[in-house]
């Protein structure tokens, strides 16, 4: 098995727990004695396939600590079930918390698992009341499930989608509302927050809207938005750490070049919000 990436070898993510979380995140661990910021987020926080995320980076230009919460396909819920890492991420100097898809989370229709959020686990009677032809024993992944109920019916599944994005924006609500503090929204994507309503099953992070993120906008001290340049998407895979097993996965994501800009603009936020001057780097 080949591994692309410079000749680096398979991408060491150092996973480790913080104290009585059950879930596992991207270390090196570090140390909470002294200031920290926090990273919440989905895939792109974590920085899959890719060596130095935008979370170290900022890290390094910065000089501050910066715990790196993110966890592969986490949706909101993956926060508010584990209270150790909440407790942790509460206490840091400034949170940063990404714009996760709304499909990644339970709510009145389905239940996903409480740790990997993109796993199905099973339908509500009012979902397969909405849907009684489906066999819901059938999917194991959130997104599988959705396609299909989408082919099957477009109106019944956007009904599906409504409750969904009123779930994440209450969730939303209430997380940030836990945070407390000096909070950054980040969306962090390959294309900008789409003011449809749309809800294509393509495009991370799903289902989220600019109303959604504006009725949001109140209750943090800043939204970030990235939006990776054409040059950094042009760039592809280039210098992200995976094995050709991987490959498909990798080309999904935003490399190296697109967390450089990510880090460029949070650099900017974060140092307003702490009275950090340049000349600290």
Known sequence: MSVHGGGHGALEYYPCRYGGSRVLFRGPRKQLDKEYFAFLG????????????????????????????????????LYLNDPASMDLAISSVAKVIQI?????????????????????????????SLYPEVD?????????????????SQDRYEIVIEELRMA???????????LR???VLLWFADHAIPSS?????????????????????PRVSAVAEVVAS????????????????????????M??????EAADVLERVLRRLTDREEEEQ
Request: charge should be negative.
């Open 42 to 77: 989905g895939t792109e926080t974590y920085g899959r396939f890719i060596e130095t995320p935008f979370p170290t980076l900022i890290e390094k230009r910065m000089s501050v600590a910066c715990v790196n919460f993110g966890v592969v396909n986490a949706g909101v819920d």
């Open 100 to 128: 996760m898809g709304a499909q990644n989370m339970s709510n009145r229709y389905y239940s996903v698992h409480p740790r990997r959020n993109d796993r199905f686990l099973r339908a509500s009677e009012r979902l397969e």
């Open 136 to 152: 819901f024993t059938e999917f194991h992944f959130v997104r599988h499930m959705l396609g299909k109920l989408a082919e099957i």
């Open 168 to 178: 994440w924006v209450a969730r939303m609500k209430h997380i940030l509302t836990l």
């Open 181 to 183: 503090g000096q909070v």
């Open 197 to 217: 309503a749309d809800a294509p099953l393509d495009g991370d992070p799903l289902f989220v809207t600019r109303q959604m993120v504006e009725t949001l906008r």
């Open 230 to 253: 054409e040059s950094a998407q042009m760039e592809g895979t280039k210098g992200m750490v995976y094995s050709d097993f991987d490959a498909c996965a990798a080309a999904e994501l």
């Open 255 to 260: 490399g190296p070049y697109a967390h450089e």
